[in-house]
């Protein structure tokens, strides 16, 4: 994590309890964000903030809204998530923060029941952390109103607007009083985030911690091209040969329970997984077997990786290139998290990936990397060998086909693993 050199808690106004609290949570300095936020947040201000997942974001609202709010009987503070797991996490620090000074936090989420929230909403909290769809849902209801909000936050606006929550966000916000304070919190500044900005916030302070779009430093981030049908065997070895947490990002749901099996099958076993189709309480179990070491690998889709606030994930592998180059930036977010030095690995297809590559680097303002050329076997790092490969089978139409993978497959694909790395992206 950046943290402002220059800066201490000290010097940002706040009051001794939320000092206490400071220490006990272990923040010795304020983070970037934190030092540039507070204070004008603190003032009733509205900010637009660019913030990287990771970056401390989320007591960079906490702190001074709960000062601001503190010792006041209502509804006040309004925080809107993009993910159930982002809400969740959100309410955890909300909770920890607030909960000394007496205020009570209700987390409103999509898969919560939604009888329990209606009563939550009626005991008159103080503070609501809510996914925009469920917040609507409970509006349409008539189970909460929103006239008393004075602060609403946007976290992770980028991703919300990608999700489609747009309608759910101006349904939303219509309801609160314009005279409210808005913080708005975005890792990039898409046309559609500037947008909404322009139409929910008045005259914002901006805070730019390093230049909006480029991702943390401290990430060792690699670029591997070769065919699908070789990407498991690399993975393999990538997990094989470390031994620490790894991340591993599909683009499809179903992908992460198939490859999760298919790695079961190559005898690495402590793997988890998660998506959206399942159950809360089976999300709830992967990441928190996941953060608890027992599974030291989770396959995950960019929705359910983005909120998932793990320290020390050593290894982040896009085991498919993000449709989106955003998405590459959040997803290279969960390592080189709290100043750790991090690895990234990235699998693209030679013809089929290389204008998301492409689109990655723009988002980065770096050169793209170069690729190899049609009829050009992928580079490798071990000698060449003059028999021809024999041809493969395809990792996805194994997925489809009945599991476990036999031994003739595990054999085959034995002999696949030969690509390397080509070079260090971007770096
Ligand atoms: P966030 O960017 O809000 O997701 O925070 C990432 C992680 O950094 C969380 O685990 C926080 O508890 C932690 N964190 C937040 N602020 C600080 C700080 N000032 N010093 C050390 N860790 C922090």
Same mark, same amino acid.
């Given at each position: ?7 201490? /808690? ?53 702190? &001074? ?79 909460? /109103? ?70 943390? &430093? ?6 591997? /091209? ?36 298919? !790695? ?13 189709? !399942? ?60 100043? !750790? ?62 599991? &476990? ?7 085959? !694909? ?14």
């Amino acid at each position: 994590m950046e943290t402002s050199n220059n800066v201490n /808690w000290s010097d940002l106004g706040l009051s001794e309890e939320m000092m206490t609290l400071i220490e006990k949570a272990g923040f010795k300095n304020p983070s970037a964000v934190q030092a540039k936020t507070i204070p004008l947040a603190m003032k009733g201000l509205d900010v637009l903030v660019s913030s990287q997942t990771g970056s401390g974001k989320t007591a960079s609202f906490v702190i &001074p809204t709960i000062e601001r709010f503190k010792g006041k009987n209502g509804t006040y503070i309004l925080a809107l998530s993009p993910t159930r797991e982002i809400a969740q996490q959100t309410g955890e620090v909300f909770s920890n923060f607030a909960k000394p000074f007496g205020m009570k936090v209700v987390v409103c989420i999509g898969g919560a029941n939604l009888n329990e929230e209606k009563e939550a909403l009626a005991s008159s909290p103080h503070i609501i952390v809510a996914t925009p769809g469920r917040l609507c849902d409970h509006l349409e209801r008539g189970n909460v /109103w929103l006239d008393f909000i004075q602060c609403l936050i946007f976290d992770e606006a980028d991703r919300m607007l990608e999700m489609g929550f747009s309608k759910n966000i101006d349904l939303i916000t219509e309801q609160i009083s314009k005279d409210r304070q808005t913080l708005m919190l975005s890792a990039t500044f898409a046309p559609a985030v500037e947008k909404l900005a322009r139409k929910a916030m008045n005259n914002p302070e901006q805070v730019l911690i390093e230049k909006t779009n480029k991702t943390i &430093p401290k990430i060792d981030q690699e670029l591997f /091209w070769l065919p699908e049908e070789r990407k498991l065997t690399q993975l393999v070895r990538i997990l094989e040969r470390e031994k620490g947490s790894a991340f591993v990002f599909v683009n499809a749901k179903e992908k992460t329970f198939q490859l999760s099996r298919l !790695l079961i099958n190559r005898g690495i076993k402590d793997v988890t997984y998660i998506h959206s189709d !399942l159950q809360q309480e089976h999300r709830e179990l992967a990441v928190s077997e996941f953060k608890s070491g027992k599974y030291r690998i989770i396959i995950a889709t960019d929705v359910m990786g983005r909120g998932i606030d793990v320290d020390d994930v050593a290894h982040v592998i896009n085991y498919d290139v993000p449709k989106e180059a955003a998405d590459y930036i959040h997803r290279i977010g969960r390592t080189g998290r709290r100043g !750790l030095t991090g690895r990234a690995s990235t699998f693209a297809i030679p013809g089929k990936d290389d204008k998301a590559i492409e689109a990655i680097a723009k988002l980065r303002g770096v050169q793209a990397p170069s690729k190899p050329q049609p009829g050009q076997r992928p580079k490798t790092a071990q000698p060449q060998r003059s028999r021809p490969v024999p041809k493969m089978r395809n990792v996805e139409s194994m997925m489809k086909e009945a599991l &476990p993978v036999t031994p003739v497959a595990v054999k085959k !694909l034995g002999l696949m693993g030969r690509v390397k790395k080509l070079f260090s992206f971007f770096s």
